[in-house]
């Protein structure tokens, strides 16, 4: 059983196809679950980047791919992907009710 803000296995696989190829040269780049794992961590619990803990890597690290991503258009890409996916497997009840005296 993983921890509370991380991702299951299952959720990985769905999201890590869409996430861009790792850049080869320079440091060492820390794991892509890892980091996604302290950005997950970092959003459900509201806290500051600085509070992030310590096994998911330096928060700098973090804040820099999770910068890199939101820029780049990496998170859209997860969210139309999975939404896709969803949809073709018939998951997704598209009907919308909106009530515009409470908008």
């Given amino acids: ?11 990985w696989e769905a ?6 190829s790792a850049v ?3 440091r060492p780049r820390v794991d892509d679950r890892r980091v996604l794992n302290g950005i997950v961590w970092k959003i459900r619990a509201g806290a500051a980047w600085r ?27 997860m969210l139309a992907g999975v939404q896709a996916d969803a949809d073709a497997a018939g998951d997704i009840d598209w009907l919308v009710s909106v009530d515009s005296t409470i908008v």
């Fill in 24 to 26: 080869t040269g320079g």
């Fill in 51 to 77: 509070d992030v803990p310590a096994r998911y890597g330096s928060w700098q690290s973090i804040y820099t791919r999770f910068r890199r991503w939101a820029l780049d258009g990496t998170f859209e890409r």
């Fill in 1 to 11: 059983m993983g921890r509370r803000y991380e991702l299951s296995d299952v959720e």
């Fill in 15 to 20: 999201l890590s196809r869409y996430l861009p």
